[in-house]
């Protein structure tokens, strides 16, 4: 079975400041992982998302993500905080492709003036 | 990125009617398309799998009788909630894998309210 942890249910930064939400995760096999964001009535966005390879996941918006498997980590940052960050992020883990998504509890970005 | 258009996106029902929810992938075709619910300031709960051709999958704790999926289609796939409750009040949402399976396109969520 898979799990997401998604630490805290808030987070809340500077505009400007560094953005950095954490997630864990479980898997018996070798995971694919996910963020998404959503906005407020909307459904999920895909972010960024590691499968193989490079382990630093370039997403969009100017978020990345590394993939670490010793830590069973996969944190998402972002240098540099934009009001329009405000939202609803979800941490996401499938055991691959054409498997169900398996989320965490999201965790809900406020970015400060 | 590919489309996944949810239609309707909000809807108000009276108690013991049924409601349909249709979920189309626009420029792709999707052999699997999933049903979830979200409570508020709540994650989402796979609600079931829903495969073209044949029977959907349900998680454990969903009444399949209640829920109905259709996935009579590549591109369209159809949740009937049967004999709302206003517990059934939810926010649902569904999404579709594309063709190799690695990325999950969302819809924009239907906002169902029985009263």
């Known amino acids: 079975a898979q799990s997401v942890t998604q630490l805290g249910s808030h987070v809340s930064v500077s505009e400007g400041a560094l953005v950095l939400l954490r997630c864990n995760y479980s898997?018996?096999?070798?995971?694919?992982l996910f963020w998404y964001v959503q906005y407020p009535n909307q459904g999920l966005q895909l972010l960024l998302k590691y499968t193989t390879g490079a382990t630093l996941v370039k997403g969009i918006n100017g978020f990345e993500a590394e993939f670490k498997k010793s830590e069973t980590s996969f944190h998402l940052t972002k240098p540099s905080a934009h009001m329009s960050d405000a939202a609803e992020y979800f941490c996401a883990v499938s055991d691959g492709a054409n498997s169900k998504l398996t989320f965490g509890k999201g965790i809900t970005l406020s970015v400060r003036p | 990125g590919a489309v996944v258009s949810q239609h309707p996106s909000r809807v108000i029902c009276k108690s013991g009617t049924s409601v349909k929810i249709e979920c189309r992938s626009l420029?792709?075709?999707?052999?699997?398309m999933f049903w979830y619910r979200q409570f508020p300031k709540q994650s989402l709960m796979l609600m079931a799998t829903?495969?073209?051709?044949?029977?959907?999958?349900?998680e454990q704790g969903v009444e399949k009788d209640k829920f109905l999926i259709n996935h009579a289609s590549l591109t369209l796939s159809t949740l009937t909630v049967t004999s709302a409750h206003p517990e059934d009040s939810s926010f649902y949402i569904c999404?579709?894998?594309?063709?190799?399976?690695?990325?999950?396109?969302f819809g924009q969520g239907t906002r169902l309210t029985v009263v």
């Open positions: 898997s018996s096999v070798p995971p694919y």
């Open positions: 420029d792709f075709q999707a052999t699997t």
């Open positions: 999404s579709a894998r594309d063709l190799e399976g690695t990325e999950a396109f």
């Open positions: 829903s495969n073209e051709g044949s029977k959907a999958t349900y």
